[in-house]
């Protein structure tokens, strides 16, 4: 495998429901991002790890935890959510902070 | 706050017509522009970036700070050249955010 890949490529949970959306790069990057993309709304940041540490997080909803175990991997556990959260979430990771970013396929998540 | 604008949100034009994406910004500082393009079933990637001033697939993009603007130009337009474009700024501090534009979808007619 290369550049970023996510899993599951889609998922359907209810708002009682607990799971994880999973991203890993094989690309040697120092950070990595996870950005929400829906239909009414520009690409949001959600949250930014530049070499395992959180250095940005937008005001997200604390029903979304990051995690980011170390540079290569990245995870948004999801717990209790809201339909309104359904929509496309991409993981992407750069080189350097601020740098280009390589962009997984998503994970398109529906919220019942 | 960091701000990006892309004022069409769907452009089409003929095959081998000069093309023009707007983007304008608003950011207090000196940011990194960029532009990703989504091509139908890929995943997002970056087309260019200001510092880099290369010319890729035929695209340029200026970086006028007077203006704080970033607009996307090809002269000559081609079918492959349909996708979904965003114009993004970066700064280089924690704490600038990555911000992306809405997007605006190209369609070349042949």
């Known amino acids: 495998e290369t550049g970023v890949t996510q899993t599951p490529r889609h998922l359907v949970m209810g708002m009682t429901n607990k799971k994880s959306l999973k991203c890993e790069q094989h690309l040697g990057h120092n950070a990595m991002y996870w950005y929400k993309q829906s239909a009414k709304k520009p690409l949001e940041l959600m949250f930014v790890?530049?070499?395992?540490?959180?250095?940005e997080n937008n005001s997200v909803p604390s029903r979304f935890s990051p995690e980011c175990p170390n540079s290569s991997h990245l995870f948004l556990h999801l717990h209790t959510l809201q339909p309104e959260d359904s929509a496309l979430y991409l993981c992407?990771?750069?080189?350097?902070?601020?740098?280009?970013?390589?962009f997984g396929e998503g994970s398109r998540l529906t919220v019942l | 706050a960091q701000r990006v604008t892309q004022p069409e949100k769907l452009l089409s034009v003929f095959k081998g017509a000069p093309v023009e994406l707007k983007c304008n910004y608003s950011y207090s500082g000196s940011p990194e522009l960029f532009w990703y393009v989504q091509y139908s079933r890929q995943r997002l990637q970056l087309l260019l970036r200001h510092i880099s001033r290369e010319s890729i697939k035929g695209f340029t993009a200026d970086l006028n700070k007077g203006e704080t603007s970033f607009h996307l130009k090809k002269p000559f337009a081609q079918e492959e050249d349909s996708a979904m474009y965003y114009c993004?700024?970066?700064?280089?501090?924690?704490?600038?955010?990555?911000?992306f534009g809405p997007g605006t979808r190209l369609s070349v007619l042949p």
């Open positions: 992407a990771s750069s080189q350097e902070f601020a740098g280009e970013l390589f």
């Open positions: 790890y530049s070499l395992e540490e959180r250095v």
């Open positions: 993004a700024l970066s700064g280089r501090n924690y704490g600038q955010n990555f911000v």
